[in-house]
């Protein structure tokens, strides 16, 4: 498996960036160009990740919202997703993701028709027509997982892989998103397995963090640095440990560099403790 993470900013080249990546001994990174960069400026950090064996994870489609009620909304969230796909092929990166989008007026917030067959059908339709209009030559289309809007199990991700049936439509995992109520929360042993179990060769990118359950009223789950909350990191681990060595694991939401040093070396710990080797 691949590691990387946040934190690292301040670069002012491609070279400065590998630099920056590699201090950190990931040999995964966030896409470090964004959505408006110039062509020569892509083929640069394209060129500098190749060279320095450094695998972009992710283009982020964020705030783009496909299913919207508003007919404009969803219009322009369609295009800023073919964007970021296509600047994910353009760069080389794994995949581009976004969350699946939402019937409210928030992208990425709840709403009681998300998680309907008419909000699913919608779903299956925005993602193909994304894949069909870019064409990907190596770039995946990812779906977030989520608590309120689908994908929102691992059942219901594979659901969509068969109902959208593109082969450029993979799957982006983030365990701590599915963790929803207690019944999850002290089983994530099982709901890694089953993620794995169900989705494994379709996974392309994941992310690392961790839910802790406060001891008030009423549900209150936190999300907190790798190894501080109860997602069970040897079983994910081992997952991943399971797929192509190329798929990165990408430490997310940290708030100091510090703090994501911190995260690193517990998963490499746990890593290093399951036999799977970190790149």
């Known amino acids: 498996m691949r590691l990387g993470g946040g934190g690292i900013n301040g670069w002012t080249s491609p070279e400065e960036w590998v630099r920056a990546v590699r201090g950190e001994a990931y ?3 966030f896409c470090p160009v964004g959505l408006d960069a110039d062509e020569a400026t892509v083929r640069a950090y394209a060129l500098a990740a190749r060279t320095a064996n450094i695998v972009i994870a992710a283009v982020g489609a964020w705030g783009n919202n496909p299913p919207s009620t508003d007919p404009a909304v969803a219009r322009a969230g369609i295009e800023g997703c073919c ?4 600047l994910a092929d353009r760069i080389g990166a794994v995949c581009a993701v976004n969350v699946a989008g939402s019937r409210g007026e928030k992208w990425d917030g709840p709403h009681p028709d998300d998680l309907t067959e008419d909000t699913f059908a ?3 339709d925005s ?3 994304i894949i069909d209009t ?3 030559l190596r770039a995946c289309y990812t779906l977030e997982t989520m608590p309120w809007m689908y994908p929102d199990s691992p059942a219901s991700y594979a659901r969509l892989v068969k109902a959208i049936d593109r082969k450029r439509f993979g799957v982006h995992l983030d365990p701590v998103n599915l963790v929803c109520d207690p019944q999850r929360y002290f089983k994530t042993r099982d709901l890694l397995e089953e993620c794995f179990r169900l989705l ?3 996974i392309r990118s994941c992310h690392a963090k ?3 359950l406060q001891p008030k009223l009423t549900v209150h789950l936190d999300e907190v640095r790798p190894g501080l909350g109860k997602i069970d990191f040897r079983a994910y681990v081992r997952g991943l440990g399971r797929l192509h060595p190329d798929v ?3 430490i997310e939401h940290l708030s100091t560099l510090e703090d994501f040093r911190i995260a690193a070396a517990h998963i490499r710990n746990v890593a290093q403790a399951e036999g799977v080797t970190v790149k």
Do not use: Y
């Not at 964007?83 to 296509?86: I, N």
């Open 27 to 29: 040999s995964a990174a």
């Open 127 to 129: 993602v193909r027509e």
């Open 83 to 86: 964007r970021a796909l296509e």
């Open 134 to 136: 870019v064409e990907p």
């Open 122 to 124: 919608l779903v299956v």
């Open 248 to 250: 990165p694991l990408m």
């Open 210 to 212: 961790d839910v802790l």
């Open 200 to 202: 494994g060769p379709h």
